[in-house]
């Protein structure tokens, strides 16, 4: 069985500042290994048979994109939107993309942006839900929760179908605390990965049948589409029109078709930095260290030089990140909240 990856690669990542910003965000930086993040994605596929992946992006990032996946010497189809209108139709257009290729297209769909430490485990997952999805199911990722997360979306499973399948429940929304743990607890429920498995045809179906103006808009969109050079690009008032929306509220929450396959390989969604501290290997003092950087008493901190030397003296759970134009200092608990530095750069102007 051959699958089509369609890789989603337009987020912006401010919640990294200041490397992940603009023209830069975190899908294009090597933050986990030598290769990055859209790389990686890819990668971690490897040994599958899988056909050249689709990607759905700015047009900004257009460039990177080719560039990026070209040094892993993969050619692939890039589908540029006008502008952002969420996941759905992103998906929706790059089914079409995968149909013109195969029109049985099995499609497993990711975010450019994830870490998973086991790729062994996550490639039998993607064929036991490719074979879900041959089936006539649209299949979600069911990442088995390791602590009560509030930061995540969840998924209840149902009816036990196979080892690691159940009929998809329901989703619900990242929850307070009390209620994660009650979710931990229950066994039931799993963090939402916004990973995806389905054929083109049947998901296009599925949105016809819930969101038939977003669905005949997202064809007309790739029908209508100019091919310029190694890009595809949307037609710009077609996909204006349509209402954005996310995969989740547009199909997966409406289908009676979702299934769920539990997936426990060691993922994160590298949403901020102190989630890339929790990953990293650390040293004797639990300090992640990056780049030229001196500690003296400094004891579990993430520190990211950049072309300059960073000294610390006498600091704790701290987040330091240097770029070429700016200089993030951070408590570990507040880190969050960088996400609002992003946001006063933007409303400032600034480049």
Known sequence: MTIYPIILSGGAGTRLWPLSWGDHPKQFLKLTSDKTMIQETLLRLKGLDIAD?????????RFLVAQQLGELGVKPSIILEPMAKNTAP?????????????????VVVLPSDHVIKDVETFQTSVMK???????????????????PATGYGYVKSGEHLEHHVYKLDKFVEKPALELAQEYLDSGEY???SGMFVFTASVFLEELKLHNAKMADLSIKAFENAVVDEDFIRLDKETFGQIKGDSIDYAVMEKTSKGVIVKLNAGWDDV???????????????LNVIK????TLDTTSSYIRGG???????GLDNVVIVDSEDSLLIASKGKIQDVKNVAEEIKRRGAK
């Open 53 to 61: 992946p689709i990607v759905s992006c700015g047009v900004d990032h």
């Open 90 to 106: 992103a998906i929706a257009c790059a089914c079409c993309a995968a149909m013109k290729k195969d029109k049985d297209a099995v």
């Open 129 to 147: 839900a490719a074979e879900q999805a041959e089936k006539g199911s649209l299949v979600t990722f069911g990442i088995v929760p390791t602590f």
């Open 291 to 294: 780049g030229d950087v001196i």
């Open 190 to 192: 799993s963090w939402n």
């Open 271 to 285: 949403g901020s930095w102190s989630a890339l501290y929790d990953i990293s290997k650390k040293d004797g003092n």
């Open 307 to 313: 072309s300059r030397t960073i000294a610390t003296i």
